[in-house]
C-alpha cells in the first residue's frame, strides 16, 4: 500500500487549503463550536465563497491529520461516483 500524504496549504494561522494535485477541494479551519463553545477544527468543501461550501465534519482542534483522511476519503467517494468507478 502506497504513503498518502494530504497536501495542506496554511493561508493564515488556523486555516488550510486542502488539494488533490492543483484542485483545491476543501476548507480546514480552527473554529469555536458546541456549549460551551471550545476549539474545534470545521472541514467544508472548497468554493470562493463561504455560502456555497459544504459541511464536511468538526474535529477536535489537535487532529488535522484526522480532519485531512476524512475530506480525502469523502472526496474519493464523491469523486469515483461521478466518475462511475466502485
Known amino acids: 500500500m502506497r ?3 494530504p497536501k495542506l496549504r496554511s493561508v493564515r494561522r488556523g486555516e ?3 488539494f ?19 476549539p ?3 472541514a467544508e468543501t472548497w468554493a470562493a465563497e463561504p455560502a456555497e461550501r459544504c459541511f464536511i465534519g468538526y474535529f ?11 475530506v480525502w476519503t469523502e472526496y ?3 469523486t469515483e461516483g461521478a466518475s462511475g468507478g466502485a
Open 40 to 42: 474545534m477544527l470545521l
Open 20 to 38: 488533490d494535485d492543483t484542485i483545491r477541494i476543501a476548507i480546514i479551519r480552527e473554529v469555536e463550536a458546541g456549549t460551551p463553545a471550545e
Open 76 to 78: 474519493r467517494r464523491e
Open 60 to 70: 477536535p482542534v489537535d487532529r488535522l491529520r484526522l480532519a485531512a483522511d476524512v
Open 3 to 5: 504513503y498518502w500524504q
Open 16 to 18: 488550510w487549503i486542502m
